[in-house]
């Protein structure tokens, strides 16, 4: 079965960083995009960019860029999504979800990584 | 960036109905729309894309039309397992965005 694994929950405190991670298996992870959603607790999905894991080409929304940054290893097939310092307002689940180049929608979507951000 | 208005945000309705949600694009993103439902404390899936093409494995009674930037999702016959809430996104041009989300409660 065609999965993206996400790492587990997070709780840290402002001013930290982090990395959590988006896991690909049985399928050709350097050759689909991968995106990263953003859902506030109680609220909606927020598209934060796409990463193409073949070469790292990225794309990052206006209302994300600057603060976080997306990587990927392809030897091991994982994507990355990362904050050098951490805002309460960082608090939400957080999605890795995989572009299908058939139909160009995320047609396979991580569990999701919640991070909590508290003093 | 492209703003995606969904109407109504909440809908209450029962087993059997039949179901409209609106998505209306800012400007034109030709056919680049898929809808997703989301059910509490789980990712999204996706039902639709390029507007109206199902997703493998998603139940014939989900349809989605439009084009331009006026887009709808009917379910043509309500079952239980549908009550959730349902997003609209457009991947015409970065940055893609979603609607605001629809949630589809039992009436």
Redesign the interface.
Known sequence: EVQLVQSGAEVKKPGESLKISCKGSRYSFSNYWIGWVRQMPGKGLEWMGIIYPGDSDSRYSPSFQGHVTFSADKSINTAYLQWSSLKASDTAMYYCARRNPLSDAFDIWGQGTMVTVSP | ?IQMTQSPSTLSASVGDRVTITCRASQSISS?L?W?Q?KPGK????LI??ES?L?SGVPSRFSGSGSGTEFTLTISSLQPDDFATY?C?Q?DS????????TKVEIK
Not at chain 2, 43 to 46: G, N, V
């Open positions: 960036d680049w898929a997703y989301q990712a999204p899936r996706l894309y390029k093409s997703q997003y996104q991947y970065y940055p893609w965005t979603f609607g605001q989300g």
